[in-house]
């Protein structure tokens, strides 16, 4: 009898789970008492203070462990989430928000409005809504305890989409003391007054972090509905375990003593729906774009015909042989507005090409002016796809004759280097993989991705002066045609300085054990953990 390739590793994880899963994961629990919920989540948390970056990790960490004023639910609409009653006045300019009760931190000091105000100017020096905002305000200010106002120059009808939204970094409600630190500045402690706290006696940085649940937590009455509604924890305690290899992340799966695994080998997501004990679900519908961040203030792609290169030589259908073999998860995409949004279009898209153009991408390079500069390619060992993706990166560049070179590390030192500006050789990068929603991507007001304001954009730092105008302007323009018309003009602008590259789009399920229910559907691609039970 011959056995297919999926089966014999079937069998070897089985046979050897015992041996391969870290000694970490096992007696964290005596006899008799509740079960914690294990989790392997992609990539792994090193940032704690949810608005200093926006990776995925300190995100979850930071919907565990923060709340906001406001949700967006299952279809995308904002619904009042520590906000118990707003009211906007009759010229639309003025705001005004009451907090619900039984709001405290986990510290037991109650939530109160100084705590918003100080949070919301926080947050809008880093988020692109929360910067439109502070620039459309002429005061935000607490008139008691438990009431704010946000008052503005002219009506701003997004207002409550801006405090609702899911682009990170989240409008996390802080401590004042904490939210008057500059964004800048970490914020290192994890007091919040989110449904978890964070177990800093458990914590094993690089190995595992705990969450508890918050037992003086008040949840909205209404049913969990996206990242809307009641957070209800059923659960006493929640461990993420870092186990960077997939494969034995997968094996730990399948004994039991892991529960969740977000980010499942490609090649094993036939074998997970074969096993009696285990699920695939997609959580997130919109799907994932993956892309290509080029630093624009470094040699070579400070020239943008170097940046245009880039769209030339990118086949999206090898990559996602790679990251995603089943094509059922897996699609092309060449709008910067995603392929689920109402702004998605076709406008100059002519780069797009089967199988890419490395001819073109080497003429490009050439009249950029190339002289054998080092292009260091950033590269997550420990999330597959952006693992195997900064390999396909590095060999399609040294293929046509440029001088690139992979750097190694895991997630979270990839977040802490991409922040430098400087040049290679002082430890700054050329290029590094990334993905990001497709619900998210396609609203400029709130997605950080498509900033090109210089020093102030998302890592990479683009900029182009006619772009930012006409993203400017979307907040003013009324009608959805109106946008969509926008939405090409601006396409077109951003293709031509090209703000990243595509890779392509993946809709990803989780795997989970059956034994863990009610994971939640959400509107984008953040990861949040009430609802669930184990049984």
């Given at each position: 009898m011959t056995m297919s390739r999926r089966e014999v590793i079937k069998m070897g994880l089985a046979a050897g789970t015992a041996l391969s899963i870290p000694s970490t994961l096992r007696a964290k629990t005596a006899p008799g008492a509740a079960q914690p919920v294990h989790m392997v989540i992609g990539g792994f948390l090193s940032i704690f203070d949810p608005m200093f970056t926006t990776t995925n990790?300190?995100?979850?960490?930071?919907?565990?462990?923060?709340?906001?004023?406001?949700?967006?639910?299952?279809?995308?609409?904002?619904?009042?989430?520590?906000?118990?009653?707003?009211?906007?006045?009759?010229?639309?300019k003025t705001y005004t928000f009451e907090l619900r009760d039984g709001l405290n931190f986990h510290d037991d000091s109650p939530v109160t409005?100084?705590?918003?105000?100080?949070?919301?100017?926080?947050?809008?020096?880093?988020?692109?809504?929360?910067?439109?905002?502070?620039?459309?305000?002429?005061?935000?200010?607490?008139?008691?305890?438990?009431?704010?106002?946000?008052?503005?120059?002219?009506?701003?009808?997004?207002?409550?989409?801006?405090?609702?939204?899911?682009?990170?970094?989240?409008?996390?409600?802080?401590?004042?003391?904490?939210?008057?630190?500059?964004?800048?500045?970490?914020?290192?402690?994890?007091?919040?007054?989110?449904?978890?706290?964070?177990?800093?006696?458990?914590?094993?940085?690089?190995?595992?972090?705990?969450?508890?649940?918050?037992?003086?937590?008040?949840?909205?009455?209404?049913?969990?509905?996206?990242?809307?509604?009641?957070k209800v924890v059923n659960v006493d305690r929640v461990i993420w375990d870092n186990i960077a290899d997939p494969q034995t992340a997968f094996a730990a799966l399948q004994s039991g003593e892991i529960d969740f695994v977000e980010a499942p080998p490609p090649d094993m997501l036939p074998v997970i729906e074969s096993d009696p004990n285990l699920k695939l679900k997609v959580l997130n519908k919109s799907g994932d774009v993956y892309f290509m961040r080029l630093n624009s203030l470094q040699k070579p792609f400070d020239n943008?015909?170097?940046?245009?290169?880039?769209?030339?030589?990118?086949?999206?259908?090898?990559?996602?042989?790679?990251?995603?073999?089943?094509?059922?998860?897996?699609?092309t995409i060449t709008s910067l507005f995603g392929n689920t949004t109402p702004y998605s279009n076709d406008e100059n898209t002519g780069w797009f090409k089967k199988g890419g153009d490395p001819e073109k991408a080497k003429q490009l390079f050439n009249e950029a002016g190339y002289a054998g500069e080092k292009v260091v390619v950033l590269q997550a060992t420990d999330v597959q796809r952006f693992n195997d993706a900064a390999l396909l990166v590095a060999t399609a560049l040294q293929k046509i004759g440029i001088n690139a070179e992979l750097a190694p590390s895991d997630w979270g030192g990839i977040g802490k280097r991409r922040t430098n500006k400087g040049p290679v050789d002082e430890r700054g990068w050329s290029i590094f993989i990334s993905s990001w929603d497709d619900f998210s991507i396609g609203d400029p007001l709130f997605s950080?991705?498509?900033?090109?304001?210089?020093?102030?954009?998302?890592?990479?730092?683009p900029k182009n002066d006619e772009f930012e105008a006409l993203r400017n302007s979307w907040a003013d323009v009324g009608s959805l045609e109106q946008r969509q018309a926008l939405a090409r003009k601006m396409q077109a602008v951003w293709w031509n300085f090209v703000g990243a590259v595509f890779l392509g789009e993946t809709i990803s399920p989780v795997a989970h054990r059956k034994a863990l229910t009610n994971l939640l559907e959400v509107p984008s691609g953040l990861l949040c953990m009430w609802n669930m039970q184990k049984v």
């Open positions: 990790p300190t995100a979850y960490h930071g919907l565990a462990v923060f709340d906001t004023l406001f949700s967006l639910n299952s279809k995308g609409i904002p619904q009042p989430q520590m906000v118990g009653n707003f009211a906007i006045s009759d010229d639309k409005a100084a705590d918003c105000v100080a949070s919301i100017r926080r947050w809008g020096q880093v988020h692109p809504g929360g910067q439109l905002l502070m620039e459309r305000a002429t005061d935000i200010s607490s008139k008691d305890d438990k009431t704010f106002t946000i008052t503005l120059k002219e009506p701003l009808g997004s207002l409550l989409d801006i405090l609702a939204t899911t682009s990170a970094p989240l409008p996390f409600i802080m401590r004042e003391s904490d939210a008057k630190r500059p964004a800048t500045e970490q914020v290192t402690s994890s007091i919040g007054s989110g449904p978890f706290k964070f177990n800093q006696d458990l914590a094993k940085p690089g190995a595992s972090f705990a969450y508890d649940k918050n037992e003086k937590y008040v949840p909205r009455s209404e049913p969990a509905d996206g990242y809307a509604g009641g943008v015909k170097a940046r245009q290169a880039m769209l030339h030589l990118i086949d999206q259908e090898a990559f996602l042989r790679v990251m995603s073999p089943d094509p059922q998860y897996a699609r950080s991705f498509v900033l090109a304001n210089g020093d102030k954009a998302w890592y990479g730092w």
